[in-house]
């Protein structure tokens, strides 16, 4: 399963500052790149050059009814928060830092030397924070984060790779103290931090989502869980391959999700498919294939589809291995698709 990335035009995205004339062979060449970007590059290289260049809006790569208000809050937001904290263009050096321009020094009141001291001590802040973290002193890990992000936001947002990790930590130590808001904003700042620096549908987001995932969850939220796990799912499979483990975990994760929601026809659809997976790879322990089974027939009696139900049971209480269990059920279903 792939990510349906959708390349369109927008004329309210396209746009130009003053009384430009603008011809109609520049128009012409906008719009033959818009065209062209995905056939020159990744899709999600070519998204991220769209969205710079005004060309394209974000793509819809959950295909729910709660995905774009999902996509709008993870993406939006966060976003605009660290654009906010951002310095202006004319502030970056080439180097990633921020140089001693003009407008960089009136607007911080900053040198270069004072600079690269601010940048050293976020440094060593981040330092201080993990040590902080494994001795559980939590309030103070938390303070010198938040301290070195902000030295960070504030002069290299959208260029140190640091930034999306760091929020990735601090939510962690967030939802360990069962502070779900706070956990969820922080990788919601992860995922936007990845954005900029990679492009949207980068396979760094996957990590975050599914983490965005498991704090809705916990807040009892499922369709946004639903939509967060769908979409580090579709990543993952992408970028890792349907058959990696993790791609394996998510998909458990979403015949889970699918069974809270009560859609049992998603829900067996993913189970089965995580059994005929496993059945040819052998991913699951022992006991990971008989929880899926057991989950799988629960969901076929909900389905009311008996037979198929019994079949596995009868063949799980005998110790049957998931690939004849899977054999089996293959067979239980033509039989009752035939029958119809």
Not at 11 to 28: A, P, T, V
Not at 80 to 107: F, I
Not at 214 to 242: F, P
Request: with cysteine.
């Amino acid at each position: 399963m792939g990510i349906d990335y959708k390349y369109r035009l927008k004329s309210h995205r396209i746009y130009w500052e003053g009384d430009m004339d603008i011809s109609s062979e520049k128009l012409f060449g906008v719009i033959l790149l818009s065209g062209f970007l995905p056939l020159i590059c990744s899709p999600a290289s070519a998204q991220g050059i769209g969205e710079y260049g005004g060309l394209m809006g974000m793509p819809r790569n959950i295909p729910t009814s709660h995905s774009q208000k999902t996509l709008n809050n993870l993406y939006g937001g966060a976003a605009r928060n660290l654009n906010n904290a951002a310095p202006t263009a004319g502030g970056y050096s080439q180097s990633g830092g921020a140089s001693a321009s003009a407008s960089a020094g009136s607007s911080s009141g900053a040198n270069r030397a004072d600079l690269l001291k601010l940048g050293q001590q976020a440094q060593i802040d981040l330092v201080k924070a993990r040590k902080l973290a494994k001795e559980k002193k939590y309030d103070e890990a938390v303070a010198l984060y938040k301290k070195s992000l902000a030295v960070r936001e504030r002069f290299w947002a959208g260029r140190d790779k640091a930034v999306p990790e760091m929020y990735k930590e601090l939510a962690e130590i967030y939802a360990g103290n069962k502070k779900f808001d706070e956990a969820e904003d922080a990788l919601k700042s992860s995922i936007a931090s990845y954005a900029r620096l990679h492009g949207p549908g980068s396979k760094h987001t996957a990590e975050p989502l599914a983490s965005l995932g498991n704090i809705y969850h916990a807040k009892g939220e499922h369709w946004k869980s639903h939509d967060s796990y769908l979409q580090s799912y579709m990543l993952t499979e992408r970028y890792s391959g349907q058959n990696s483990k993790e791609a394996m975990e998510l998909r458990l994760k979403m015949a889970a999700k699918s069974r809270d929601l009560k859609k049992f026809d998603k829900a067996a659809d993913f189970y089965r498919k995580a059994i005929d997976i496993d059945s040819d790879n052998n991913i699951l322990t022992a006991e990971e294939q008989a929880d899926v089974l057991k989950q799988y027939a629960k969901v076929l009696r909900q389905l009311k589809r008996i037979k198929e139900a019994e079949k596995i049971e009868a063949l799980l209480g005998g110790g049957a291995a998931s690939a004849e269990v899977a054999d089996s059920a293959e067979n239980a279903q033509t039989k009752g698709n035939t029958a119809e």
